[in-house]
């Protein structure tokens, strides 16, 4: 493994990550409100606070699956326009529907690659991304292809798991990813193998194992150019949200 590109990385991952999210997306938004015990709401309230006023504004989500974050963003782009950018068409066909339910018209949804955007440097005035970056086998090259997105002076807020540092909470986060995630994954995975590798929600567990954050995902962005990139540690540590702009 190439130690920069860091994470759990092994051979065949983009099939199976694809391939995974292919499988599990019809109940993809179930698992997550389910999983995150209803957190996930309070996770993306704080990043839309801190993508500050988008009125107007041309914006970037990167994997944006089922496109709840897309959505969030949208409404607070009135005027302006959303790309959610993500590699599983079928996670994008659910965005798809999901927005025509909800009425809302300015998004587009498009098949692509975080690793290899296909749109010119500084496109636009925001971007974000929740809980993709351990999916992609180079995370350093992810961070900077948001960062090469963006217009000078633009804000990117991004979402991901991490690890608790406190003694008193490790013990019930051990548990709670361990146990009761592979418990209710189960469910709906029945523990089907993917690619002759493991199950879905086994991926979800796993894909945390050398997975950096705090510093060293702090580290990462500013390495891509964002001088100025923080952590904000949310839930006890089991999520972190990083904020950062493009700088002159
Ligand atoms: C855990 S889901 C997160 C979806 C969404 N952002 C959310 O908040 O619910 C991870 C998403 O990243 C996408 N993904 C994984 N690797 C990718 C890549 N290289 N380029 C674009 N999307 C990718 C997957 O298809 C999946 O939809």
């Known amino acids: 493994m190439d130690d920069e590109k860091l994470g759990n990385q092994f051979d065949g991952k983009e099939v199976y990550v694809k391939d995974v999210f292919t499988e599990i997306a019809s109940y993809y938004d179930e698992m997550n409100g389910i999983m995150s015990m209803g957190m996930i709401r ?46 599983t068409p079928a996670m994008l066909e659910l ?19 975080a690793l290899d955007i296909q749109m010119p440097d500084g496109t636009f005035d925001a971007v974000t991304s929740g809980y993709m970056l351990r999916n992609v086998t180079d995370i350093p090259k992810a961070v900077g292809e948001m960062h090469r997105m963006l217009k000078v002076g633009g804000r990117c807020v991004v979402a991901e798991l991490a690890r608790p540092g406190n003694r008193l909470v490790k013990p019930f986060y051990n548990f709670y990813m361990n146990r009761v995630i592979p418990h209710y994954g189960r469910k709906y995975d029945k523990g089907m193998a ?25 580290e990462i962005f500013r390495k891509a150019g964002f001088r100025d990139a923080k952590c904000y540690v949310k839930s006890f540590g089991a999520v972190n949200i990083y904020v950062a702009s493009k700088e002159a």
């Open 194 to 218: 993917i690619d002759g590798k493991q199950p879905a929600y086994d991926w979800l567990t796993s894909s945390i194992e050398g997975f950096p954050y705090g510093d060293a995902m702090v």
């Open 42 to 87: 309070r996770w993306h309230k704080f990043m839309m606070k801190k993508l500050g006023n988008l009125q107007g504004k041309r914006c970037l989500d990167v994997g944006t699956g089922t496109g709840e974050i897309a959505f969030l963003v949208a409404r607070k782009a009135a005027g302006g326009e959303v790309i959610g950018l993500d590699i």
């Open 95 to 113: 965005a798809k529907k999901k927005m025509t339910d909800l009425g809302i018209a300015n998004v587009e949804f498009v098949v692509g690659d």
